[in-house]
C-alpha cells in the first residue's frame, strides 16, 4: 500500500503530490486527510518552507469524496450523529488545516477537480490550472450538500451567483470558463503546469519567509473580521516586521542597489 500524499521539498518550495491516480485522488476511505493533516503539521514547524504546490498524479487533480464511503454512509447501520461525527473529524480538519496554514499554497490543478475536490481547490490561496482541467460543485448531483466548508469558500472566489449557479446545477465547467469566473488565476498547457506552479512559487519563495507568513495570515483574517480590527492587528504585525533581520537586509539591498538575501 502506497502513501496517499508526496511530500518533496526543493529548497523553499514544498510540493504535496495526491498519489491515487487509480481512484482519482479521492479525500475520502483512504488514509488522505491523516496525510494531509500531517504534512500541513510538518510545514508549519518548518520555517525553511516559503510556499507550498498542491497537485495529482494521473488523470485527475481530485475526485472528492469516495463514492463507496457514501454508499456506506447511506445505510441503516451509520446513524445522522455518525456521519455527523465522521465530517467534523475527518475532510472538515483538513478544511481548517489548510486555510490556516501560514504558507502559501498554489493548486496546480492537472484534471478534473470534482465536488470536495473543487473545495480542495478553494482552500488554497492560488489556482492555476492544466486546459484539460474541468470543475464542478457536484454534490447536488448525488443529493447531499457541500460537507467541507466549500459553501463558504467558492462565494468568497467567484462571487454568490456564480458559486449558486455552480451549486445549485451540480454541472462542469471547463478551464476557460473557469478563467472567465476568476477560479483560477492562470490556464497553461498540461505539460507545462508544474513548471508553471514551481515558477510562481519561486517568485514567492525569493521574499521573506515571517513576511510571507504573516502576509497570509492577515489576508485570512480579514475575511471576517471588521476594518478597524483587520488594521489594529496589521499595526501589530507591521512592528514586528520593522523588527526582523529580514527587513533590515531589504533597506540596506536597496540604498546599496543590489538584491537582497535573506536567511
Not at 10 to 28: C, F, I, K, S, Y
Not at 172 to 193: F, H, T
Request: aromatic letters at 4%.
Amino acid at each position: 500500500m502506497t502513501d496517499f500524499l508526496i511530500y518533496e521539498q526543493q529548497g523553499p518550495v514544498v510540493t504535496l503530490t495526491m498519489n491515487d491516480p487509480a481512484r482519482r485522488n479521492p479525500l475520502t476511505g483512504n488514509s488522505a486527510i491523516p496525510e494531509f493533516l500531517a504534512a500541513i503539521d510538518r510545514i508549519h514547524d518548518d520555517h525553511s518552507v516559503r510556499c507550498v504546490i498542491l497537485t495529482g498524479n494521473g488523470p485527475s487533480f481530485c475526485a472528492g469524496g469516495d463514492i463507496n464511503e457514501m454508499k456506506r454512509q447511506a445505510t441503516p447501520e451509520v446513524s445522522e450523529i455518525a456521519i455527523r461525527h465522521e465530517y467534523r473529524r475527518g475532510i472538515q480538519r483538513l478544511t481548517l488545516a489548510l486555510f490556516n496554514l501560514e504558507v502559501p499554497v498554489i493548486a496546480a490543478v492537472n484534471g478534473h477537480a470534482i465536488g470536495a475536490g473543487l473545495d480542495l481547490a478553494c482552500m488554497c490561496d492560488i489556482r492555476i490550472a492544466a486546459e484539460k482541467a474541468k470543475f464542478a460543485e457536484s454534490f447536488i448531483r448525488l443529493g447531499i450538500i457541500p460537507g467541507d466548508g466549500g459553501a463558504w469558500l467558492l462565494p468568497r472566489i467567484v462571487g454568490l451567483s456564480a458559486a449558486a449557479e455552480m451549486a445549485f446545477t451540480g454541472d462542469m465547467i471547463d478551464a476557460e470558463q473557469a478563467l472567465q469566473m476568476r477560479l483560477i488565476s492562470k490556464i497553461v498547457p498540461g505539460e507545462e503546469l508544474l513548471a508553471a506552479a514551481r515558477e510562481l512559487a519561486g517568485r514567492i519563495a525569493r521574499n521573506p519567509s515571517h513576511g510571507i507568513r504573516l502576509s497570509k495570515r492577515l489576508m485570512r483574517e480579514s475575511l471576517h473580521s471588521r476594518l478597524s480590527d483587520v488594521l489594529e492587528l496589521s499595526a501589530a504585525y507591521q512592528a514586528i516586521s520593522h523588527k526582523t533581520a529580514d527587513h533590515s537586509e531589504a533597506v540596506e539591498a536597496f540604498l546599496e542597489k543590489r538584491e537582497p538575501r535573506f536567511d
